[in-house]
């Protein structure tokens, strides 16, 4: 099994927008008020896609620390960051209009040859197959971690993460 890759420096923090500034929070302090016990960020693209009552299939690069039967906040991503292995800079999150989902089930390390068509079928309607899964990954790792190539990347597999989305955040 490969070394898992470091995503960031700072795991117990994110950066917030928050009336109209940004601010730094604790994770605990963040998921403390809505009783789930970390943050998934979410691009535009996809994290319009979310709806209550849906189960929806979350596929990152090569593992998550996501746990089954644990809930999670569903946050956007208004602005990208990256980790080049020495420096980093947090995306910034908004908590407008967030989600509450419940992990239903966790597999790291897969690699595309063994991922399954039925791996897909609750993915969001952009990632329907390896191809398509292969280019957001690229999509999202090259900008995020520069320093890592592309065909790096691609050999790390990812972590498949189910989830119910129970709904927003009151």
């Known amino acids: 099994m490969k070394k898992s890759v470091k995503r960031s420096k700072d795991n117990t923090h994110l950066f917030i927008k928050c009336k109209g500034k940004i601010i730094k929070a604790s994770i605990r302090k963040v998921c403390s008020p809505s009783h789930t016990e970390d943050v998934m960020r979410f691009r535009k693209k996809e994290f319009s896609l979310l709806k209550k009552n849906k189960i929806i299939t979350h596929f990152n690069l090569q593992s998550t620390g996501y746990k089954k039967g644990k809930k ?64 957001i990954i690229l999509q999202r790792y090259s900008q995020s971690m520069p320093h890592i190539k592309p065909k790096e990347i691609l050999s790390l597999g990812v972590g498949i993460t189910r989830l119910r989305v129970e709904g927003k955040v009151q």
Request: charged letters at 20%.
């Open 72 to 135: 999670y906040l569903l946050v956007l991503i208004v602005k990208p960051g990256f980790f080049d292995g020495k420096n980093e800079q947090q995306p910034v999150l908004s908590l407008d209009d967030a989600f509450i989902a419940t992990c239903i089930s966790v597999q790291n390390h897969v690699p595309y040859g063994k991922i399954e068509a039925g791996d897909f079928r609750n993915s969001f309607l952009h990632i329907k197959n390896i191809g398509q899964l292969k280019k």
